[in-house]
C-alpha cells in the first residue's frame, strides 16, 4: 500500500493523516485531482474508523416542504417556482401538522422542515408552525430552516438574527438543517444566485446559532460549475468556522440533479466524483464528526459504496423528499429501517439507529 501511494504522489498527505496533522488546501486539491479512487477511499476511511470505529449512522425521519414559492430562484434548482406559477404550492400549518398525525404511529425522532423564501407568508407562520408540531408530537425534535431561511426569517420579523434564532428555538426549534450553503465562491454565488444569501452570511448565520447552544449540519453542492479550487475554499470556511464553534454535527456533500433546472446541459455526477467528494470532505473536514452520503442523492448504491469512503451516515428513512424529486432525483421516496440496516451490513458496517444529535437510540452490531 505504501508503495502505491507513493507512486501515486499521495504519500506525504498518508503521513499527515497517520499524524493527525491538518491537511493544507493544496493537500485537498491533490486529492481532487487523483484518479487513485481506492487509495483516497483507503486514506478517508482511516479518518472514518479513527472517528466513529464501524458504526454507521442512520435516522427514523420525516421531510416536510411547506413551500415551493420562491423569491431566490437559483438558477441549479427546481424546486423553488415564483408566486402563482402553476407548480407552486404552499401549505397551511393545519396540513403540516396534518402530514405529523399521519405518521404518529411510527417510530420517528425527527421532523425535518424546509422551503423555499416565500414573500407573503408572516414570520408569525414559522413560529406557529414549530408550536403546533410539539402539540402534535411533543417529544420530536425538529430541525427546520436552512440559514438562508433564517436570515429571510429575520428579516421578516424586523429582528437580529440571534432574536429570531431565540424565538425560533422557545417555539420548539431544535437544530438546524444544513442547505442553503451551495458553494460559498462569489464567483459562483453571481453567477448561479445572485439574490441569494452570500457564503459569508451563512457561515455567521450558523455561528450565531452555535454561539446559541443550536447544533447545525453544513452541505456543499457541487458537480455544476464550480473549480475544484472553489470546492477547497468552500470546505475550508467551513473548517474555520468549525474551529470557532464546534457547532456543526454533520457535512452533507450534496451531488447536483440538473434536470429541470436552468444547467439542464450540465452532466450528471458520476460515480467517481460522488466518492471523491465523501473522500475528500472526511479528510479536510477533520473536526467534523460525521459525514453523510445522503443516499437521496446519491442513490443507494453509491450511497452504500461511500461508507468506505469515509462516511458514517446514510441519513435515514425521510419519505416524502421533494426537492431532489423535482430535479430528477431517480431514487424512492424513503426507505424502510430494514432496508437502511441491510445496506450498512453489506458495507461491513454496524447499524446504528441515533436521533438529531447522534445520541444512539439502538446500535445493532
Known amino acids: 500500500m505504501k508503495t502505491a501511494l507513493k507512486n501515486a504522489g499521495l504519500y506525504p498527505i498518508y503521513e499527515k493523516v497517520m499524524d493527525g496533522q491538518r491537511l493544507d488546501p493544496q493537500d485537498g486539491i491533490r486529492l481532487y485531482e487523483t484518479n487513485q479512487i481506492p487509495l483516497l477511499g483507503f486514506l478517508a476511511d482511516i479518518v472514518r474508523e479513527r472517528k466513529n ?33 402553476s407548480d407552486a404550492y404552499e401549505m397551511s400549518i393545519d396540513q403540516v401538522c396534518q402530514k405529523i398525525k399521519e405518521r404518529l404511529d411510527e417510530p420517528i425522532t425527527e421532523v425535518h422542515i424546509v422551503g423555499g423564501l416565500h414573500p407573503d407568508l ?19 425534535h425538529i430541525q427546520a430552516f ?19 434564532l431565540k424565538e425560533l428555538m422557545d417555539a420548539g426549534l431544535g ?49 455544476h460549475i464550480e473549480t475544484l479550487e472553489e470546492r477547497i475554499e468552500h470546505l475550508d470556511a467551513l473548517r474555520q468556522a468549525q474551529d470557532e464553534t464546534g457547532g456543526f454535527m454533520c457535512f452533507i456533500p450534496l451531488a447536483f440533479h440538473p434536470k429541470n433546472t436552468e444547467l439542464e446541459s450540465v452532466a450528471p455526477t458520476g460515480g467517481m466524483d460522488d466518492l471523491k467528494n465523501i473522500a475528500v470532505s472526511r479528510l479536510m473536514l477533520d473536526n467534523f ?11 443507494p448504491k453509491i450511497a452504500q459504496i461511500a461508507l468506505s469512503f469515509g462516511a458514517d451516515d446514510l441519513d435515514g428513512t425521510v419519505l416524502e423528499e421533494k426537492i431532489t424529486h423535482m430535479a430528477g432525483g431517480e ?16 458495507a461491513g458496517r454496524e447499524p446504528v439507529e441515533r436521533d438529531t444529535l447522534y445520541n444512539v437510540i439502538s446500535h445493532r452490531g
Open 53 to 85: 470505529g464501524n458504526r454507521a449512522y442512520y435516522i427514523y425521519n420525516q421531510h416536510i416542504n411547506y413551500s415551493n414559492v420562491c423569491t431566490n430562484l437559483c438558477k441549479f434548482c427546481a424546486f423553488g417556482k415564483e408566486k402563482g406559477h
Open 122 to 140: 408572516p414570520y408569525s407562520y414559522y413560529i406557529d408552525m414549530l408550536r403546533e408540531i410539539k402539540k402534535v408530537r411533543p417529544d420530536i
Open 146 to 164: 436552512t440559514c438562508v431561511e433564517i436570515a429571510h426569517l429575520a428579516k421578516l420579523g424586523e429582528k437580529s438574527i440571534e432574536e429570531c
Open 175 to 223: 437544530s438546524i438543517p444544513g442547505g442553503g450553503a451551495e458553494v460559498f465562491s462569489p464567483r459562483i454565488r453571481e453567477r448561479l444566485c445572485p439574490d441569494k444569501l452570500p457564503g459569508r452570511d451563512w457561515i455567521e448565520v450558523a455561528k450565531t446559532a452555535h454561539r446559541l447552544g443550536l447544533k447545525s449540519n453544513a452541505t456543499m453542492l457541487y458537480g
Open 289 to 299: 464528526p460525521h459525514i453523510k452520503a445522503y443516499w437521496v442523492m446519491l442513490g
Open 331 to 346: 431514487t424512492s421516496q424513503g426507505m424502510a429501517r430494514s432496508d437502511i440496516e441491510h445496506l450498512i451490513r453489506q
